[in-house]
C-alpha cells in the first residue's frame, strides 16, 4: 500500500512565523502535491511538483513556497504565516506513469492555527 | 475556468436509504472523473473514477457512479446506504491537458442508524 506522511497532524502558530510542513512518500511517486481543504471550499492546489527540484504553481501559490530536494520528500513553506492560512493542508502524491488518469494519494492532513 | 460542482453541501438519510450525489462540471472537452470519500478520522482515498468506456462505473462498498456527457454530471449512487457510509464526499474533474484535478466543494453525508 501507498503510504503518504505528514510531519504534524496538528500545529499552532503566530503570525509571522516561518512554517515547514513536511510529506513524505514511500512508494517512489514521480508526483507529489499540496492542497489546503476549507469547509466549502473543497480542495484547492497549492503547488505540485513533477520531479526532484521541478514545481508548478496551482491556484492559491500565493504566500507558500514549496521545495523538493528528494523524490520522496516534498516541503511546503509559510514564509510569514498568516491568519487566513490557518486551514487543513493535504499532501498527495501519484505515480506520474498514466497521466491524467492518475489516483492521487492522500496523506493524514496537517490542521494549521495561526493565531 | 473549469469548475466542478455538487448540489448538496449536506445530506442526512436513514439506513437502507438510497443514494444519490450529484456532480456536474464545467469543461467541455474529454474529462477524467472521480470520487473520493474522506471518512471520519483517515485519508482521503479514492472510491472511484472513470476514464474511458462504460460510462456506468463500479467502486468500492458498493458505489457506483455514472459518467452522462451530454449533461456533464458524474452522480454517485448506492442502492441502500449503512450507517458507515457516514464521510464526505468529493467529486473530482482532470481535463486530458494537465494533471491538475479540480476539485467540488464536498457533500458531507451523515447516515441515522
Known amino acids: 500500500d501507498v503510504k503518504v506522511t505528514q510531519s504534524s497532524r496538528y500545529l499552532v502558530k503566530r503570525t509571522g512565523e516561518k512554517v515547514f510542513l513536511e510529506c513524505v512518500q514511500d512508494?517512489?511517486?514521480?508526483?507529489m502535491f499540496w492542497y489546503r481543504q476549507d469547509p466549502g471550499l473543497g480542495l484547492r492546489l497549492i503547488y505540485f511538483?513533477?520531479?526532484?527540484?521541478?514545481?508548478e504553481k496551482g491556484d492559491i501559490p500565493e504566500g507558500y513556497s514549496v521545495s523538493r530536494e528528494k523524490k520522496e520528500r516534498f516541503s511546503l513553506i509559510l514564509e510569514s504565516a498568516s491568519t487566513n492560512q490557518t486551514s487543513m493542508y493535504l499532501c498527495?502524491?501519484?505515480?506520474?506513469?498514466?497521466?491524467?488518469?492518475?489516483?492521487?494519494?492522500f496523506g493524514p492532513g496537517t490542521r494549521l492555527l495561526v493565531l | 475556468a473549469q469548475s466542478v460542482s455538487q448540489h448538496n453541501h449536506h445530506v442526512i438519510l436513514s439506513e437502507a436509504a438510497s443514494l444519490e450525489l450529484g456532480c456536474n462540471y464545467s469543461?467541455?472537452?474529454?474529462?477524467?472523473l472521480f470520487w473520493y470519500v474522506q471518512y471520519p478520522g483517515q485519508h482521503l482515498q479514492l472510491l472511484l473514477k472513470?476514464?474511458?468506456?462504460d460510462p456506468l462505473v463500479k467502486g468500492i462498498k458498493g458505489f457506483e457512479a455514472e459518467f452522462i456527457k451530454s449533461k456533464f454530471s458524474f452522480n454517485l449512487r448506492k442502492p441502500s446506504v449503512q450507517w458507515s457510509d457516514t464521510a464526505e464526499y468529493f467529486c473530482?474533474?482532470?481535463?486530458?491537458?494537465?494533471?491538475?484535478?479540480?476539485w467540488g466543494a464536498g457533500t458531507k453525508l451523515i447516515i441515522k442508524p
Open positions: 473530482a474533474v482532470n481535463a486530458l491537458s494537465n494533471y491538475q484535478l479540480i
Open positions: 469543461y467541455g472537452g474529454t474529462v477524467n
Open positions: 472513470y476514464f474511458s468506456g
Open positions: 512508494m517512489d511517486h514521480e508526483n
Open positions: 511538483s513533477y520531479d526532484v527540484k521541478m514545481k
Open positions: 498527495a502524491s501519484s505515480a506520474g506513469t498514466s497521466g491524467t488518469q492518475e489516483t492521487q494519494y
